[in-house]
């Protein structure tokens, strides 16, 4: 705009000569008003200025020069340097996340992996879809391992006896030591390496081979988790490893093996065993899964058929179900001293349904198992046809790398000078009898290249640091082989170096630079192909490099020396316990130590967190005389958690095995073999980051070489002390409530039963009014989640016309429960950690949680008939062989959300798409919500978790705060950190919604189809569903009925949770179904909570007349109107 | 009437007329006391020398009072954490204080309010201080619901403030009710009071000046709004008090039946409940009541006056406490036939749970305090002992502490979901900041008994037999 000043008036001339101008109407007319305008330079306020001194001028001016001293700082410039975002990575554009494909390398295996990174931060971490088999699934560990690349703990310095080395000094001791042992031919040199899948790695193991032949290169990894090498040659007379075909498999024998966690391919298995154990609808397949352990593992818990035994009998149940597989064979001997109730029943009963299944099944051992278990797996597996179809043997390389033990004795005979430990932590896990971290002392120079600064590292002189995965180059394999790259999505924060750098330097490789040694390795298997490579790293996968799949026969005669010094089962009681080290859930072999996440994510069936226990059974404990008394009546359970005000107070025990003791918080963990105590390993680490600082006790300390597994002869005293465990689940039994809803497979498949529709004759709406009315039949879902034909309300519904409307389903039946959507959604939401002592105050965080029930058919929530007399009910004590049941629970989007009516300032408020939003500005956190959410997924802070220390919370503003830099890096930027006294919630991820939404938006202007807006069914997916490795949640929208969470929705098992609330949650569950074996002992026509269900809303007493009519109306007649008596479950070996 | 006796007609078998016998009525000021001697004796608190126990008393209640001061300043400064709460127990004890002490404020509205129109006159000796323990307990009540959310210094967002966001309150919210009630509830009872004060203001104002005490007369007379005690005075003045009286009356009722929708409104088994306006109404006036019997009989003993609080006002009082608590006690036993008879099995297992799970101690005391305590009152003889009395009413006053207890944190560690079962226990900064509280009562108690009429010196004077115009005549 122009000012008036801009246009002065003309010159004498002008107006003598020049055409007449007049600048406005007002001075064409000449008005008063516009000639005392003109005379001002400055219109408005200038004339306040005229003729005043100067203190008056100063009066005017003064809150300008205020303005400009506050806000400009004079106009100067800023003296510290910025760096212009002017040269990027191509494609990038401001705010959006890029994603590259890389992999998580873990032992012999890999997860490859798409990383969303912004402005070059990785974030977060999902499975890469261009992996088919593990279709874009993660698991646990994998989403959890970015957190670990922020880690403030992690060993920021190459040091050398504590003094800092720079990199160029590092280079240069690792090619002295390289010419150093040239000469020798590398005698008295020793490397020891965790194991890897590396093709690079390997590449330069072989050369360095050729070039030391005389160093010693032992690899050591504390947990085993792939069948025995020596089984296969055995068996098969090749170097060949199973590659298990799960879903073809309908009839699974488990023989102490977790496939569905520990397990390497774990979540390769878990894909495929969901597939064949899903059920849509009434007369689909389901497979059956027996599963034989020790200790109570997910795979366990997933089983129809569960038998409780010791570790060290499980060759001679092997055997013994050879034997009864194949009528009679001469391993007969090795199940001699094999005893558990109704035994001979329960394996012919098994053996016969294998038999019926020829080629169709599965015997599956445990990677921790002796190779003899392995042999008669693989000899049953051979017998029963499977070879080829439920499983495929694929060629592995050997691994001609010496033993820990091995490079102990040379060590000891002071064979070794230079001892380079890339990886791993042997000072900590190394078999006990080694005494490791002296024996490392005693060499002269022991180079330690590693993540943390650990055991290992206080027991060598030079510590190298180690790069995290997402900073470094490198390839793997993924558990079929199929080779993967790992790319870095950022440059060492660190300096940190990788693997392949340093044995390449020690090499005196010309070209050092890891990537060009991927290249290299790549370019051979391509043909030097560049575009090869490129799709390589762009696809995130080397196409067609699977293990090649081998032709096998079963050689029985090969596996005769396996079995001849297999030790016949002991006999295990209290004074002979049988100890069993476990891989815990969520350490790993102890690598995630310090990684919040997974500390404070509880442990799927224990639910303790920030620690591990000495985990005893019920019968144990009640020998031991630490089992809780009993409740007065069984719906109370007082003291039944053996808690102090809500927290369990573990007593205390040591383990003593061969003289060595540990000692560690016990935990009665129902559903364990009962003499045998679970240990489960990866805690207690004397150096490690502020989060794994006192966590847990170091099982490690009394395992042996030869005792990797499991070892009999152990003792268990308690000390009288007892301690704090942080558990997140007090009470273990759903009470006979209707919140997982479960059936026997031939129940469902009964013709003259409900089938699938089982799950509404035992929720309480059963019972109650039809929220829908009449009317309501008739209705689509997509109808009832858009109308309102509540009759008699005096509120409106919230107004659903959104274009999408948000629906998730859970189905109960493919959850193995493994948490990876645990923390999925705590990397995509920035959800905090709340440290063991906030846990315990119960406070943990988590947007979704996974409820863990044990029920054993006997608790019918009689307490009436407790209190006056009559049959006092059953379950009382914690049960010795339970059924779990898992329940994933989030914020569930009720559409008449209990908690939005509460809420007295409208934070909490619905949108048009159904999506119960959290405004965290407007939330004054009266917690009014999280109180009347039936579901309680509503967490709260109650404390500034991001800005303080959590072991400093209570100091209040006396103690330190703020974030450290490396920890707001790993933040979604997307999503709110939320502040203290705000509360919070599962949004279904409304920041993918809203991106999704964006996106498609902008594809379809593009395309010319402005108006069609709608995102198509999979496009979204909320951080849950993306990881889940089963395919158990959906998620999309419930208005488009081809939608995948439709047609979830619309299967007859769909129920929603206390769907009897007429909170109309959006998420619903798919019933949870199994599938026992008629002809076994232990076989129960309803699953136990089922019958507790049943028992409790139909006690035998009060089954009266009026229910007769009603049970035709539901279906079969023992869906749920009937008191059931429980069949004896099959105990542990006693 | 048209009646007229004829006394020379025999006595008929059946009265025309029935003429009951008038059973003489209980003396409102007993021993005949003069409207001076009242005078004295209430305005003689004040002008008297502090006594000692007074200052003893006033460094302990301040002292106390900064327990709850030091807890608010740790909770802003800190969060909300430093108190015992957690998932699922969200709301812990700061909103059992605030039901406790909402409820005990009952009494004076009820007192001054409800009996006034009844025209209940033994209400006149203890309105005054029943209604200064009204305002003190809402004040003390107002802390909790204020610092017990996560971001006080947002809590004006609970305002119906036109704001630039233009969000506005949500109106279906039993805690935006919840602001209603509780504010209107202390204005109009603050309003009350120093309404029923301005007479007695004007007195001490006068006698005051005629000491010579120019700054407490003056500051007296500001608030004594320059009554003059003319007809018109009084007249404007007892349709004022009508008319506030007839405005509390609804709110005595209202600001409780508000308070319990907190929890009746919602859906957690043992808060879902119809019967809780009434139940929670009965239950704070019982409260109020045995509240008002805790610090009216050692206010009775230290002041000598006997004479003005007689055994007629604590019998009255206690009947209304034993009337009050058995209602009480019929809710506790309603509530277990609905659960009952609703067949809902969660709302069954609240009810066991109450009484039988792991807070089964909480609410035994609480049955023990608010059904067995009251009976006592039964008998004349317990109404008759003041130190029994005395002791009763602070068992009725635990005794409702722990019945919000049990309604709150009972329901709220076990509902739906077993997984997120858990127990609740206080804090150390919880247990203090309650404490707190009895201080800030008692410091501004101590105030009010200080400079205040503790009674209403011409409500008092207006039921004496002096004040009827037939003293001394018979009674017709």
Same mark, same amino acid.
């Given at each position: 705009m122009k000012r008036k000043f801009h246009h002065p008036a003309p010159s004498e001339t002008e107006l003598k000569h020049g055409p007449k101008y007049w600048r406005s109407l007002d001075e064409l007319a000449s008005t008063p008003g516009f000639k005392a305008r003109l005379a001002q330079e400055f219109p408005e306020g200038a004339s306040s200025i005229e003729g005043v001194d100067r203190r008056q001028f100063m009066k005017v001016m003064a809150a300008s020069f205020a303005l400009g001293g506050v806000g400009l700082a004079g106009c100067r410039r800023p003296e510290a340097n910025i760096l212009p975002y002017g040269k990027s990575v191509e494609g990038v554009i401001p705010g959006l996340p890029l994603y590259f494909a890389t992999a998580m390398p873990i032992r012999k295996t890999a997860i490859p992996l798409l990383a969303e990174t912004h402005q070059g931060r990785p974030t977060k971490l999902e499975g890469n879809p261009s992996y088919t088999p593990h279709g874009g699934a993660s698991s646990l560990h994998a989403q959890a391992s970015v957190l670990d690349l922020y880690d403030p703990d992690r060993a920021t310095a190459h040091t050398q006896d504590g003094a800092k080395l720079t990199s160029a000094a590092v280079n240069d001791l690792l090619a002295k030591l390289g010419s150093d042992y040239s000469s020798t031919g590398g005698a008295g040199l020793a490397f020891l390496a965790e194991e890897s899948a590396s093709p690079t790695r390997a590449r330069l193991v072989a050369k360095l081979r050729s070039k030391f032949p005389s160093a010693i290169w032992a690899e050591y990894e504390p947990l085993q988790d792939e069948p025995p090498l020596a089984a296969a040659q055995a068996a098969f007379g090749k170097d060949v490893k199973p590659l298990y075909r799960f879903a073809k498999a309908k009839r699974i024998v488990s023989i102490d093996a977790d496939f569905l966690h520990a397990e390497s391919g774990s979540l390769y298995f878990a894909r495929e065993f969901a597939k064949a154990r899903k059920v849509i609808k009434r007369d689909d397949p389901m497979n059956r899964l027996y599963a034989v352990e020790s200790t109570f593992t997910l795979t366990g818990s997933m089983a129809d058929h569960r038998l409780r035994l010791a570790s060290s009998h499980m060759l001679a149940f092997a055997a013994a179900l050879a034997n009864n597989v194949m009528g009679s064979s001469p391993l007969d001997v090795l199940s001699q001293g094999l005893d558990f109730p109704r035994q001979t029943e329960w394996l012919e009963a098994c053996a016969e349904d294998l038999r019926n299944h020829k080629g169709e099944c599965l015997v599956v051992a445990g990677s921790h198992q002796p190779p003899a278990v392995h042999a008669i797996a693989y000899a049953l597996n051979s017998y029963l046809g499977n070879i080829g179809l439920t499983v495929d043997f694929v060629a592995v390389e050997s691994s001609p790398a010496a033993s820990i033990t091995d490079l102990a004795k040379a060590v000891k005979v002071g064979a070794v000078k230079s001892l380079v430990v890339l990886g791993g932590n042997p000072a900590y896990n190394a078999p006990a009898e080694l005494d490791w971290a002296a024996l490392q002392k005693s060499v002269s120079s022991v180079i330690r290249y590693g993540y943390y600064v650990d055991e290992t590292s206080a027991a060598a002189g030079t510590h190298l640091a180690a790069a995290h995965y997402l900073e470094a180059w490198g390839d793997a394999r993924t558990v079929d082989g199929t080779i993967v790259p790992v790319q870095p999505m950022i440059l060492p924060l660190f300096g940190g170096l990788t693997e392949i750098e340093v044995l390449s330097r020690i090499l005196g490789e010309e070209n050092t630079d890891p990537y060009s040694l991927v290249h290299a390795t790549i370019g051979k298997l391509t043909g030097g192909d560049e575009t090869a490579f490129q799709k390589f790293l762009h696809d995130g996968l080397l196409a067609d490099t699977t293990y090649p799949v081998v032709k096998v026969s079963f050689d029985m005669k090969g596996t005769g020396p396996l079995f001849k010094s297999a030790p016949a089962p002991a006999a295990l009681s209290r004074s002979n316990l049988e100890v069993r080290f476990a891989t815990d859930h969520k350490m790993d072999d102890g690598r995630f130590i310090n990684n919040g996440w997974l500390q404070e994510c509880?442990?799927?069936?224990?639910?303790?967190?920030?620690d591990n226990a000495i985990f005893v059974s019920p019968r144990l404990a009640k020998e031991l005389d630490i089992l809780p008394k009993d409740s007065l009546i069984q719906v109370a359970r007082i003291g039944l958690a053996d808690s102090d005000r809500g927290v369990e107070m573990a007593p205390v025990g040591e383990v003593t095995i061969n003289g060595r003791t540990v000692r560690g918080p016990i935990h009665i963990q129902p559903g364990l073999s009962n003499y045998t105590i679970v240990l489960p390993l990866g805690y207690g680490h004397a150096v490690t980051g502020r989060v794994g600082e006192g966590s847990g006790f170091n099982a490690y300390s009394i395992r042996t070489s030869t005792t990797q597994a499991f070892a009999t002869g152990a003792s268990l005293t308690l000390t009288g002390e007892r301690v704090k465990l942080a558990n997140t689940q007090e009470h273990w039994s759903m009470e006979g409530r209707d919140l997982v809803r479960e059936a026997n497979l031939d129940e469902v498949q009964d013709p003259h039963g409900a089938g699938l529709a089982f799950v509404n004759a035992i929720g309480l709406e059963a019972h109650s009014p039809p929220i829908y009315g009449e009317e309501g039949e008739k209705m689509t879902l997509a109808e009832k989640a858009t109308l309102t034909p509540r009759g008699n309300s005096l509120y409106e519904s919230p107004d659903y016309k959104g274009l999408h409307q948000w629906g998730m389903s859970i189905d109960l039946n493919t959850c193995i429960g493994c948490n990876a959507c645990i923390v999925a959604c705590q990397a995509e939401n920035n959800i905090p950690i709340v440290g063991k002592d906030q846990t315990l105050r119960g406070r943990s965080m988590h947007w979704i949680r996974l409820d863990r029930y044990y029920s054993d058919g006997k608790a019918d929530g009689r307490a009436m008939a407790d209190l006056f007399g009559g049959e006092p009910s #059953?379950?009382?004590?914690?049960? @010795?062989d339970p059924q779990v049941s898992l329940q994933p629970v989030a914020c569930m989007q009720c559409e008449l959300a209990p908690c939005e009516t509460v809420c007295p300032v409208n934070a909490t408020v619905h949108d048009d798409e159904g999506l119960n939003v959290m405004a965290y500005n407007r939330?004054? #956190?009266?917690r009014y919500c999280a109180n009347n959410c039936p579901y309680k997924v509503r967490r709260f802070n109650y404390f500034d978790w991001n800005q303080r220390e959590l072991d400093k919370l209570y100091l209040g503003p006396l103690g330190p705060q703020g974030m450290p830099e490396l920890v707001k890096m790993v933040k979604n930027p997307e999503v709110t950190v939320r502040m203290r006294g705000v509360m919070e919630k599962c949004t279904y991820c409304v920041q993918r919604i809203e991106n999704g939404k964006i996106q498609h938006k902008v594809k379809m202007a593009k395309a010319g189809r402005p108006g069609d807006v709608v995102v198509p069914d999979g496009e979204i997916k909320s951080a849950c569903q993306q990881a889940c490795p089963v395919d158990a949640i959906d998620f999309g929208n419930i208005l488009d009925p081809e939608s995948a969470v439709s047609k979830a929705k619309a299967r007859e098992h769909d129920y929603a949770l206390l769907g009897y609330l007429n909170i109309r949650p959006r998420t619903t569950y798919l019933g949870k179904l199994r599938n026992p074996n008629p002809h076994m002992p232990d076989y129960d026509k309803m699953p136990f909570s089922r019958i507790e269900n049943a028992n409790k809303n139909h006690p035998p007493a009060a089954h009266g007349e009026e229910h007769g009519a009603e049970e035709s109306k539901h279906g *079969?007649? @023992?869906? #749920? *109107?009937t008191s059931v008596k429980t069949n004896t479950r099959i105990g542990g070996l006693s | 009437m048209a009646h007229t006796a004829d006394s020379t007609h025999p006595t008929p078998a059946i009265l025309a007329e029935v003429k009951p016998a008038i059973l003489p009525r209980a003396e409102l000021v007993e021993h005949n006391r003069d409207f001076s001697w009242i005078t004295e004796k209430i305005c003689g608190i004040i002008e008297g020398k502090t006594p000692t126990w007074w200052w003893w008393c006033f460094g302990v209640a301040c002292f106390v009072a900064s327990f709850t001061v030091i807890g608010i300043a740790y909770l802003v400064a800190t969060g909300v954490g430093v108190w015992g709460h957690r998932n699922p127990v969200n709301w812990g004890w700061p909103i059992v204080n605030f039901v406790f002490w909402i409820g005990i404020g009952h009494a004076g509205t009820l007192i001054s309010a409800i009996l006034c129109l009844l025209r209940q006159k033994w209400r006149t000796s203890i309105n005054r201080a029943a209604e200064a323990m009204t305002i003190f307990a809402v004040v003390c009540a107002a802390i909790f619901p204020v610092f017990h959310v996560g971001r006080v210094w947002y809590a004006w967002f609970l305002f119906p403030i036109p704001n630039y966001n233009q969000i506005w309150q949500n109106f279906r919210s039993p805690l935006e009710w919840d602001v209603f009630a509780v504010s209107t509830y202390g204005t109009v009872s603050v309003l009350f009071w120093y309404v029923g004060m301005i007479p007695d203001l004007a007195v001490l104002r006068d006698r005051f000046y005629n000491a010579g005490n120019k700054l407490r007369s003056s500051l007296y007379g500001f608030f004594a709004m320059g009554w003059r005690g003319s007809n018109r005075h009084w007249s404007n003045y007892e349709m004022a008090y009508l008319i506030l009286a007839g405005v509390a009356t609804p709110l005595v009722l209202s600001v409780h039946t508000i308070v319990s929708f907190d929890f009746a409104v919602s859906l957690i088994p043992g808060w879902h409940t119809t019967i809780f306006p009434p139940y929670f109404v009965a239950g704070a006036i019982f409260s109020g009541f045995g509240m008002v019997l805790t610090l009216m009989l050692p206010l009775r003993a230290i002041y000598k006056m006997e004479d003005l609080i007689t055994q007629y006002h604590i019998d009255c009082m206690c009947k209304i406490t034993l009337a009050t608590g058995t209602m009480v006690g019929y809710a506790y036993a309603m509530e277990f036939f609905i659960a009952w008879y609703g067949a809902n099995p969660y709302e069954g297992f609240a009810f066991i749970n109450r009484a039988f799970g792991p807070f089964a101690w909480s609410y035994w005391i609480m049955i023990s305090c608010n059904v067995i305590t009251p009976q006592f009152f039964w008998f004349k003889k317990v109404r008759q002992n003041t130190t029994m009395v005395w002791v009763l009413s602070i068992f009725v006053n635990v005794g409702m502490w722990f019945e919000r207890f049990v309604i709150i944190c009972t329901s709220l560690t076990r509902d739906f979901l077993p997984s997120s079962w858990a127990y609740f226990s206080p804090s150390i900064v919880d247990i203090f900041t309650f404490f707190g509280t009895f201080g800030v009562f008692s410091v501004l108690f101590l105030l009010f008994i200080r400079f205040l009429p503790v009674m209403p010196m011409a409500e008092i004077k207006a039921v004496t037999p002096g004040a009827d115009p037939h003293a001394g005549h018979a009674h017709h």
């Open positions: 509880p442990d799927p069936i224990s639910k303790i967190t920030w #059953g379950n009382r004590d914690i049960p @010795e939330c004054i #956190g009266t *079969h007649e @023992e869906t #749920g *109107h | -």
